[in-house]
């Protein structure tokens, strides 16, 4: 088995949930297996509507609106992460963790950056990045936030106009946050990867295509375009990345995105098949040549890359908006 410490790019949990934080969290941390988390809605609805962890402190909340009481319950999970990861922020190994925005805010970026910036102090921590949803109002959100030293996650990321939108807005955070004497700041471009193969490989098959290659190659494509510009504080990390095909081995997409100055966040059965392969080859960069025949030879197949990518996006912002509400509808 590799430890953490063997991998070139850096391995965050996609999972936070109250009694792992307490009992589980901190030997991944001390075997070097990780250096960072992330959340969603989806997962704090699993954890907060499943787990017993949270009903003492919602005995306390009695009273409070159940917005009020999600962000009790968010804030608290976050900042005793952002508390267990600051000794490697500290060592500028990552150490962050991520709290995303109310979902139905993703089109107004006024409300959006208030948010965050009310998280963002609540918390308390420097070491919390803040989830942006990568559409029009999110991309204002990313950059004022940024130049206030805030550092931001842009989720939802399918399309590569969608990451050099994020990584313009970024860019030009990091650069008035510079101007302004701001602390440090980072970026993350989160790309999802499996919701392309859940889609599409049916239809691909049907045509004679090799299934489970198009978030590969999408993901290659923005991890290219971001390293190319080469701003040492804005990374690529690929979520979604656990296997919906069975057929799959279940590292598969954290084995075929392993990428130097690249994150890949994963569920934590995922990460354990990942550390038993003994796998630390770096399988990214793929050459442009290859990444645009591919996409090429889907568009010669009727298969229409800018309706794919609003479809995915229009059902990742629907899915985070319905599990945002199921959390408010379990907490009334």
């Given at each position: 088995?590799?430890?953490?410490?063997?991998?070139?790019?850096?391995?965050?949990?996609?999972?936070?949930?109250?009694?792992?934080?307490?009992?589980e969290?901190?030997?991944?941390?001390?075997?070097?297996?990780?250096?960072?988390?992330?959340?969603?809605p989806s997962?704090?609805?699993?954890?907060?509507?499943n787990?017993?962890?949270?009903?003492e402190?919602?005995?306390?909340?009695?009273?409070?609106?159940?917005?009020?009481?999600?962000?009790?319950?968010?804030?608290?999970d976050?900042?005793t992460?952002a508390?267990?990861l600051?000794?490697?922020?500290?060592?500028n190994?990552?150490?962050?963790?991520?709290?995303?925005?109310?979902?139905?805010?993703?089109?107004?970026?006024?409300?959006?950056?208030?948010?965050?910036?009310?998280?963002?102090?609540?918390?308390?921590?420097?070491?919390?990045?803040?989830?942006?949803?990568?559409?029009?109002?999110?991309?204002?959100?990313?950059?004022?936030?940024?130049?206030?030293?805030?550092?931001?996650?842009?989720?939802?990321?399918?399309?590569?106009?969608?990451?050099?939108?994020?990584?313009?807005?970024?860019?030009?955070?990091?650069a008035?946050?510079?101007?302004?004497?701001s602390?440090?700041?980072?970026g993350?471009?989160?790309?999802?990867?499996?919701?392309f193969?859940?889609?599409?490989?049916s239809?691909?098959?049907?045509?004679?295509?090799?299934?489970h290659?198009?978030?590969?190659?999408?993901?290659?494509?923005?991890?290219?375009?971001?390293?190319?510009?080469?701003?040492?504080?804005?990374?690529?990390?690929?979520?979604?990345?656990?296997?919906?095909?069975?057929?799959?081995?279940?590292?598969?997409?954290?084995t075929?995105l392993?990428?130097?100055?690249?994150i890949?966040?994963?569920?934590?059965?995922?990460?354990?098949?990942?550390?038993?392969?003994?796998?630390?080859?770096?399988?990214?960069?793929?050459?442009d040549?290859i990444?645009?025949?591919y996409?090429?030879?889907?568009?010669?197949?009727?298969?229409?890359?800018?309706?794919?990518?609003?479809?995915?996006l229009?059902?990742?912002?629907?899915?985070?908006e319905?599990?945002?509400?199921?959390?408010?509808?379990?907490?009334?």
């Open positions: 088995m590799i430890s953490g410490r063997d991998i070139s790019f850096s391995l965050w949990l996609d999972f936070i949930e109250r009694d792992y934080l307490k009992n969290f901190q030997k991944l941390l001390d075997e070097g297996v990780v250096t960072g988390a992330t959340s969603n997962i704090f609805a699993n954890a907060i509507i787990s017993p962890a949270y009903k402190q919602l005995k306390s909340l009695e009273g409070k609106s159940p917005k009020e009481k999600y962000e009790a319950l968010a804030i608290e976050i900042k992460t508390k267990m600051r000794p490697l922020y500290n060592e190994r990552d150490g962050y963790v991520s709290i995303e925005v109310d979902p139905s805010l993703s089109n107004n970026s006024k409300e959006t950056i208030k948010e965050a910036k009310r998280l963002f102090k609540a918390i308390g921590e420097p070491n919390v990045m803040i989830k942006i949803p990568a559409t029009e109002a999110g991309y204002e959100a990313m950059s004022e936030l940024m130049a206030d030293g805030i550092s931001v996650n842009a989720t939802l990321v399918f399309s590569p106009k969608q990451a050099r939108k994020s990584f313009s807005a970024m860019t030009r955070g990091i008035k946050g510079e101007s302004d004497g602390c440090r700041v980072e993350v471009i989160s790309v999802f990867v499996s919701r193969d859940r889609l599409l490989d239809e691909l098959e049907s045509c004679g295509i090799t299934p290659k198009t978030g590969i190659y999408n993901s290659a494509k923005i991890y290219n375009m971001v390293e190319r510009n080469a701003i040492p504080n804005i990374r690529t990390l690929f979520a979604s990345t656990s296997i919906k095909d069975d057929s799959l081995l279940e590292d598969y997409y954290v075929e392993t990428a130097p100055h690249s890949n966040t994963a569920p934590l059965n995922t990460i354990r098949a990942y550390l038993k392969t003994n796998s630390s080859r770096e399988l990214l960069p793929i050459e040549s990444i645009n025949g996409f090429i030879n889907l568009e010669d197949n009727g298969f229409n890359m800018e309706e794919i990518y609003k479809e995915l229009d059902d990742g912002l629907k899915a985070f319905e599990s945002f509400n199921s959390i408010l509808e379990a907490l009334k």
